[in-house]
């Protein structure tokens, strides 16, 4: 057999592995700009063309294929799975097709096979197997990461017994049930909540919605990080509930904590919990009334009684510790991202450094710094060159201990690397 060379020039097409991209049967005729009927493909769903830009991007793995590199409008309602081909007719692979987002395709299949319960009972499957393998014995982890984890528009993140859900797209949104009971079927889960209340969904023509899918609404609900049991609202709180993503880094943190504390943006204090097993003393700041109450609850109910919350705005806080001449020894730094699209991202810049540059001045020689930055669009060099500038600025000689991201159930993919959005540097001021 032929080994199948990837690249634009030497294409697995024609030369490919038998059984793939077999000739069609007949070449589609090149679709009209107008039309009010969609292309049939020959296993019966929509069939949607791509120029050849759309077809480049394919060949590199993108997962998403724009608008503006379709073959024409493919008169559809959007939601739909489609067969995606070139313009001669080759087949590419399957997609949810979206009808208002300028990303038009998101691959779910490279293979000519259904899109049916059992394939997205497999995909289910196949990605929490993978979250057993990397984290062993854990119960709490994200359990589809959208593209990352061929299910695109999708989010399950599962908090021990209960499950949190987002759909992010039509593809998803249509196949609510589907999924749900999917869900039901591989976690037997006690409740399964739906947080799709995020702005992201009006880019699909969505509603925000939250609900329960699944059982009965439960309170908070707890879930354990390293040696800290933490409880939050899936329902009411942010995000699905919680920030996943941080998990491994809120169990890091603990590690380097030591003397006085403090943890900036708290929310439920996945740091700050960890910060108060090994420091004396910890200061959270959180803006939020509610979150702020259920860090009070939870450093309660771990009987951490080192926990100080305040309620404030953690810029003037920064700015007001700084002032009065306060020292730390450990400071984490967990904001919540300051520019969603790329407009932002120099204004976004100025805040990171701002809180940075005060954390830097506030640290004893020899403390630790543990930032963050949620922000898709800086990506890390940009975060380190900003760091590097903060410190300057405060006439501090600073340390690079460790550059982390996400946790592994969080994967980023190689050809979409943009989905890497979570940084957390470790840093140590001499
Ligand atoms: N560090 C948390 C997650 C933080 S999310 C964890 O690891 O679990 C960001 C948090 O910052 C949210 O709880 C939000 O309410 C809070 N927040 C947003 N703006 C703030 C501000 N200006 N000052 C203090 N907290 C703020």
């Known amino acids: 057999m032929p080994k199948p060379t990837p690249g634009p020039r030497h294409d697995r097409r024609p030369g490919g592995p038998p059984g793939r991209n077999k000739r069609p049967p007949q070449r589609p005729e090149k679709p009209a700009q107008d039309r009010t009927t969609p292309d049939i493909g020959q296993d019966g769903l929509p069939q949607v063309s791509l120029v050849r830009r759309g077809v480049e991007r394919w060949q590199a793995g993108h997962p998403w294929i724009y608008r503006a590199d379709l073959n024409g409008d493919p008169a559809l309602q959007g939601g739909e799975v489609v067969r995606v081909v070139d313009a001669r007719g080759w087949f590419l692979g399957k997609a949810f097709y979206s009808k208002h987002s300028k990303i038009s395709l998101r691959w779910l299949s490279y293979e000519d096979v259904p899109v049916d319960t059992d394939f997205f009972r497999q995909r289910l499957a196949q990605a929490d197997a993978m979250r057993r393998r990397a984290l ?7 359990v589809i990461h959208g593209e990352a984890d061929l299910i695109p528009g999708l ?3 599962r908090y021990g017994d209960y499950l949190s859900v987002q759909f992010l797209i039509a593809g998803t949104e249509q196949r609510k049930q589907l999924l749900t009971d999917l869900l039901v079927e591989l976690f037997k889960p006690r409740a399964i909540v739906n947080r799709s209340d995020v702005g992201v969904r009006a880019l699909e023509g969505l509603p925000q919605e939250k609900g329960v899918l699944y059982g009965t609404q439960p309170g908070p609900v707890p879930y354990d990080e390293g040696l800290v049991r933490v409880r939050a609202d899936l329902l009411e709180g942010q995000k699905t509930g919680s920030f ?6 809120h169990v890091m ?7 006085e504390a403090l943890d900036c943006f708290s929310y439920v204090g996945g740091f700050a919990l960890q910060l108060a097993t090994r420091a004396e003393k910890v200061t959270a700041v959180e803006i939020s009334e509610q979150a702020a109450a259920q860090l009070r609850e939870n450093a309660a109910a771990n009987k951490l009684p080192n926990v100080d919350v305040v309620v404030a705005n953690a810029f003037d806080f920064l700015r007001d510790a700084v002032d009065e001449g306060r020292r730390f020894d450990t400071i984490v730094l967990d904001p919540p991202s300051f520019a969603k699209n790329k407009d932002a991202i120099e204004g976004a810049l100025r805040g990171y450094k701002e809180i940075n540059l005060r954390a830097m001045q506030l640290l004893r020689p020899g403390g630790y710094l543990i930032s963050a930055s949620c922000t898709y669009h800086i990506d890390e060099q940009g975060f380190e060159d900003m760091l590097a500038s903060a410190a300057a600025d405060a006439k501090r000689r600073v340390q690079i201990i460790e550059k982390r991201g996400a946790g592994k159930d969080h994967p980023v993919l190689l050809s979409l690397r943009e989905t890497r959005y979570l940084k957390c540097f470790v840093l140590r001021v001499l």
């Open 253 to 259: 943190a603990s590690q380097y904590a030591f003397g």
């Open 155 to 157: 989010v399950v993140d």
């Open 136 to 142: 062993p014995g854990e119960n709490t982890y994200r």
């Open 244 to 249: 996943l993503d941080q998990r491994e880094n």
